[in-house]
């Protein structure tokens, strides 16, 4: 077994926001390509705000870990700032992560990273055909 | 909260009476082995009570017996050292696709080395075929290396009629040993090996000690090369306690192996027994009868091993998996796959291995633990999900 943290460990111990949004707005599904596991992350958004996040994973403690990070730093950030969470940030609010789990915070950063562009491109169309912003 | 080890595959503990024939070596009797003094002659008689002990085990002659620092030393020792001393006869080499990496590792080397490698197959179970064997082997084979039993998956080689097939083309054969030797009964001569390794740490011997047993009148090269030490086949100053304690280990091993059997089988097979009932979607790996007394090794579909692993050492309880998460080069287990087991099941490897102190209570335990954590996991599964939904819809 890795040397987690005592943060990893709380977090893979106690994930938070762990689940699926009905409904949801965007929804982001990525592989690891390293592994082969999976991680999808589910978003509601109001007013250009991230207003709830869940996920599930399929991954080791790393990714149990950084899934459930990523959903507390997304949470309540606008669509740009929530844009702007990179595995490396991620890996520092976890306090660090074991070098050859690394790539297990890219697996969070990116499927956050899709859930919002799902949701960028749901909206793109529901504006040209209902000519407005949010339902 | 329990307090269970199950990874006696990782290593077993020193058992008292192994400890106490190691510990003179230490202090009092602490001689060089190639001393011509008292002290060196002490020294000198512990190594070849032990050696004595080691050939018993597996029913070889002392002389026969050569100490190494490891399992994995006697693998590399035998598989680069029979390669090197054979090739004016050719340069070919057969393993099977589910060695350990000491041996396989090994044969990857000896490729770079000039040396041509073939790989057997295995089926389902984890099972070499003897024919597959046969059809490997060419006029230039030299050296044929295939596990005596895996310890990750527990199945037990047909060695004795691979040996059969080997025998016939002239080629070397030598069997890694390490997780079987000091666990069932071993003939060299009955199985009609060549050359075959072990290590004590399997059997309540010490970390840091095997033996290689090589039949009398096969060339090696010297592992390494320096004194006269093991008839100069591996130099280096004797590790005498190690050495004192895998002789006392052989001689428990060798004197309780029926008794130890019959215990571990026992655990096992209530496991193996009770786990897929109180799971859904956990499959045995591994052959069902064909395997080691002490191994009971799963797939949990849908979810990680690593985290089945933490969240069971949570709860007191130490297993191993071969999950591609837990390996250092993030690879699902080469044995599993090898098997014919998908990837994403194989990340769900879990292996229990049972020891002198486990009880049937460490089984109840174990059957209590495992389904909330394999639940809680499967809740945050997005496999799981996906599977739930198709079956839901009627689909696969
Ligand atoms: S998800 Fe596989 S190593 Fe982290």
Redesign the interface.
């Known amino acids: 077994?890795?040397v987690y943290n005592e943060k990893v460990m709380e977090h893979?111990?106690n994930?938070r926001n762990?689940?699926?949004i009905e409904n949801a707005d965007g929804i982001g599904?990525v592989g690891n390509p390293?592994?082969?596991?999976?991680?999808?992350f589910y978003i509601k958004v109001d007013n250009n705000r991230i207003s709830d996040v869940k996920?599930?994973?399929?991954?080791?403690?790393?990714?149990?870990a950084v899934s459930s990070m990523v959903s507390e730093m997304a949470k309540g950030k606008t669509l740009e700032e929530a844009k702007k969470i990179t595995p490396a940030l991620v890996a520092k609010e976890l306090e660090g992560l074991p070098k050859?789990k690394y790539?297990c915070s890219n697996l969070g950063a990116q499927a956050l990273n899709k859930a919002i562009d799902n949701y960028l491109k749901k909206q793109g169309k529901t504006a040209k055909s209902q000519k407005g912003g949010k339902k | 909260m329990g307090e269970v080890y199950l990874d006696h595959v990782a290593t077993t503990p020193v058992l008292p009476e192994v400890l106490e024939a190691m510990l003179p070596y230490f202090k009092d009797a602490y001689g060089n082995v190639q001393s011509l003094h008292s002290w060196g002659d002490k020294a000198r008689e512990a190594v070849e009570e032990a050696r004595g002990k080691v050939a018993d085990l597996i029913g070889g002659v002392a002389e026969e017996i050569i100490f190494t620092a490891s399992g994995t030393e006697s693998n590399n020792f035998a598989v680069k050292g029979l390669a090197m001393a054979h090739q004016a006869r050719g340069k070919h080499i057969v393993v099977s696709a589910i060695e350990h990496f000491s041996v396989l590792h090994s044969a990857k080397t000896l490729e770079k080395w000039g040396f041509e490698l073939s790989e057997v197959p295995v089926d389902k179970y984890g099972l070499v075929d003897p024919k597959d064997v046969a059809r490997s082997l060419r006029k230039d084979t030299i050296l044929v290396s295939i596990m005596h039993a895996n310890s990750e998956v527990g199945t037990i080689e047909p060695i004795k009629e691979i040996a059969r097939v080997v025998k016939q083309s002239g080629a070397i054969f030598h069997t890694d040993a390490v997780a079987s030797a000091g666990s069932i009964p071993i003939n060299v001569k009955g199985l009609g090996v060549d050359a075959l390794s072990l290590a004590a740490n399997q059997f309540y011997g010490p970390k840091g000690v095997g033996a290689l047993w090589l039949k009398k009148g096969v060339r090696i090269i010297p592992f390494l090369d320096g004194g006269v030490q093991e008839e100069g086949r591996r130099a280096g100053t004797e590790n005498v306690p190690a050495i004192a304690g895998l002789g006392k280990a052989a001689e428990l091993a060798k004197a309780e192996m029926g008794a130890r059997a019959k215990r571990f089988s026992a655990l096992r097979d209530k496991l193996i027994a009770g786990l897929p009932s109180r799971i859904e979607h956990v499959l045995v790996t591994g052959h069902p009868t064909k395997r080691l007394p002490g191994n009971a090794s799963f797939c949990v579909e849908f979810i990680e091993g690593e985290a089945m692993l933490m969240l069971l050492n949570s709860q007191g309880i130490a297993v191993s998996s071969g999950s591609a998460c837990t390996s250092r080069a993030l690879k699902a287990s080469h044995v599993l796959i090898a098997m014919g087991i998908p990837h994403e099941i194989a990340q769900g490897s879990l292996l229990f291995s049972f020891g002198l102190d486990n009880t049937g209570e460490d089984v109840d335990y174990v059957l209590e633990t495992m389904p909330p954590i394999v639940d809680r996991l499967r809740q945050m599964s997005p496999l799981y999900a996906k599977f739930l939904k198709d079956k839901s819809r009627g689909g696969k």
């Open positions: 077994m890795p893979f111990m994930p762990v689940g699926e599904e390293v592994c082969g596991d999976m991680m999808s996920y599930k994973t399929f991954g080791c403690g790393a990714a149990i050859n790539h």
